[in-house]
Every structure is written in structure tokens, then in C-alpha cells.
């Protein structure tokens, strides 16, 4: 058979998707040590085997859009490619989410009819969900352990070396924070952008400090609480309009995100209708979403642990439900663009930008 037969040879359904191999799968500890195998252990082990094909999924998904975002210079095409992919991995998730409640079909009782047979495995001991979590760009020094251990020592050396691996490598939080950086458009000609958004702030504060002030339906305590809410360029806009600051809060861990990718993607979510960056912000609002979806999934996770077993240790020797809370809790990756709604202003009190530079931002054609 030549090369080119062979290339459109006939594939059968059952071949080509490795069905014997998957669907034999399965294989219930029940069964292997009761006389009668527990019922819902088959649903226990598929929906965690569905689980990592689709954390495999999400691999395969994440690694292309870095191998886009680590070149130096990003494509714009290449945005589009990204936030669909992206945006797939988001489907993904809202399954993942909705496949607890598949999980919640079997009761506390039914679960305890195998779950003696489980120990010590573990969740935690996904090690593909610990390479999404690399590769979005988890810090290991903002990782929740359990029982003081870290998080890779239930895997066998050659997986921990390939966890490091993604460590040592940039992640999709570095590598939109480096493309963030290189954001033009914030100093053009006699326009800088930071300086023209200090001056709307404060225009915009005034506004509001006068009438609050000025209000005939507060009190004077009332006004004082509001002024107080309102805060002003030195309390939530600080962190931009002082690069010290910043810095300041990057030390001490509040924030993660350069003050150069901060002020950019600040930006970018200001003029957000300006053509050119169309893409730029959906960008965002989809690591923001994924972002999103990670801490639901955590959080409905810790809910279902709370329904099977309540207060009991985990399998795995973690304190089961208050580990998985926290984690939820804490485990943000692209919180510091969730903060940027921190800063917005009314686009009424947007700077007017340079007729030059809205035409750079622009799609523009010329007639011949």
C-alpha cells in the first residue's frame, strides 16, 4: 500500500478512539473485594476519568496559546486564534462545573459504600489539574499545602521535574503581563496617558465629593460615610497614579502585576471601543472568566466534599472540606485585572485622545 492509500486508509469508530482501552477503564475496588459491588463507584471513577480527558483538554489548549505569547512580538492575528481557544477552555470549565452535579446524584450513603477502599488517593493527587494550574501561573509560594507538604510530593520524580519545568517556564500570567509591557499608545507625542487620566480622576471626584456635600437627602453622618466610600487619589487609585506605591503593594504580595502591565491593561479597558482594541479587552475579560470559573469550580468542589462527608478528613489525609474552601479563596490567579474595575471612570470623563493616535487605533483604508 503506498504512503497516499495509506493516508486516507479506512478508520474505524471503535480504533480510532481506543474504545476497548477506554472503556475498560473501569475497574471497581467493590468489586474486587465485596461480594457485592457498590453501585455508584462506577459513577465515582467516570466522572473523575471524564474529568482528566478534559484537564487534558485544557493542556493542550493552554500550551498553544503560550506557544503564541511567548515570541516576542505577539501577532494580532494571533489574538483571535488565543481568545478562541480560550474561550473553549471556558466551555470546558461550565462542564466541569455542571459534572459536580452529576456527582450529587449519589448520596453521603452511597458513598461510604466504597469509600473505605479509596485511601490514600486523592484529588490532590491529579497531577494534569496541577499542570493547569502551572501553566495559568500559580505561584507555589500562594499555594494552600495540605498537612505543611508540598503539593508535588505525592508525584513520582519525573512528573515533579516536568511540574518544574512548566514552573521554570513562563506562564500565561507572565506572558500576557510581558505583552501588556510592550502595550504602545500610553505616551504619543505631547499626550501621556497617565498624566491625562490623574486629571480626569480628580475632575471626576470633585463631582462627586460636591454632590454628596451638597445632597439634600443625607444627614451629615451619612455624607461623612459617603465621602469616606468615595475615597480619593490616595486611597484606590493610588497604586497607578504612584509608581511607588505599586511597588510598594507588589512587595508585601497584594498585588502581582507590573505597574507598566497594570497601567496598560487599564487602558486598554478604558478605550475599549476604540477598533484596535477590541481584542486586547476580550482578551482580559476571558482570563478574567477563566479565572472565574477555576474559583466556582473550587468553590462547588468544597460544597459537594461538605454534602459527602462533612466534616470527616479526606482520603488523602487533607482536612477535606476547609482545605478545598481556602483554596477557593485564595488561589487567584489574574486577580489584578479583576481590579481594574477598581479604576475605572465614567467614559463621559474619559480624556479626549489625539485625533492622530484615535486614527492609529483605528482600521483604516486607502483608496488608490
Avoid: C
Wanted: proline letters at 3%; a negative charge; charged letters at 30%.
Amino acid at each position: 500500500m503506498s504512503d497516499e492509500s495509506k493516508k486516507y486508509a479506512t478508520v474505524h469508530y471503535n480504533n480510532y478512539l481506543g474504545l476497548d482501552q477506554l472503556l475498560s477503564a473501569q475497574k471497581l475496588k467493590s468489586a474486587e473485594l465485596d461480594a457485592e459491588p457498590a453501585h455508584d463507584e462506577m459513577l465515582f471513577i467516570i466522572v473523575h476519568q471524564a474529568y482528566e480527558l478534559w484537564f487534558k483538554q485544557i493542556i493542550h489548549e493552554l500550551e498553544s496559546v503560550l506557544d503564541l505569547f511567548r515570541k516576542k512580538r505577539v501577532h494580532p492575528r494571533s489574538l483571535g486564534t488565543a481568545i478562541a481557544r480560550l474561550e473553549r477552555v471556558i466551555e470546558i470549565q461550565k462542564l466541569l462545573i455542571n459534572q459536580i452535579r452529576i456527582m450529587e446524584t449519589m448520596t453521603p450513603l452511597d458513598f461510604l459504600d466504597f469509600r473505605n477502599y479509596l485511601f490514600p488517593a486523592s484529588g490532590f493527587q491529579s497531577y494534569q489539574f496541577r499542570m493547569v494550574e502551572n501553566l495559568l501561573g500559580l505561584e507555589n509560594e500562594h499555594r494552600i499545602t495540605y498537612n505543611g507538604r508540598p503539593y508535588d510530593e505525592v508525584f513520582d520524580q519525573k512528573k515533579k521535574e516536568k511540574l518544574q519545568d512548566v514552573v521554570d517556564a513562563t506562564s500565561l500570567f507572565e506572558a500576557v503581563e510581558d505583552w501588556l509591557e510592550r502595550t504602545p499608545f500610553l505616551k504619543f507625542g505631547d499626550f501621556e496617558f497617565l498624566e491625562a487620566y490623574r486629571d480626569a480622576v480628580n475632575r471626576m471626584l470633585e463631582k462627586e465629593q460636591k454632590a454628596i456635600k451638597e445632597s439634600g437627602y443625607l444627614n451629615e453622618q451619612e455624607k461623612e460615610i459617603r465621602l469616606q466610600m468615595l475615597g480619593g487619589t490616595d486611597t484606590y487609585f493610588q497604586s497607578v497614579l504612584d509608581k511607588s506605591s505599586h511597588q510598594k503593594r507588589l512587595q508585601n504580595g497584594e498585588l502581582r502585576l507590573s505597574y507598566e502591565a497594570t497601567i496598560a491593561a487599564l487602558f486598554i479597558n478604558l478605550y475599549r471601543d476604540e477598533p484596535i482594541l477590541h481584542l486586547p479587552f476580550k482578551l482580559l475579560v476571558t482570563l478574567i472568566e477563566i479565572d472565574e470559573a477555576l474559583t466556582t469550580w473550587r468553590y462547588r468542589h468544597a460544597q459537594m466534599v461538605m454534602r459527602m462527608i462533612g466534616n470527616k478528613i479526606g482520603t488523602g489525609g487533607s482536612s477535606g472540606h476547609a482545605y478545598l474552601r481556602k483554596t477557593a479563596e485564595t488561589h487567584h490567579i489574574f486577580k489584578d485585572l479583576h481590579g481594574i474595575s477598581t479604576l475605572l471612570i465614567p467614559r463621559s470623563e474619559l480624556p479626549d485622545l489625539p485625533e492622530a493616535l484615535k486614527e492609529q487605533l483605528d482600521f483604516n483604508f486607502k483608496h488608490q
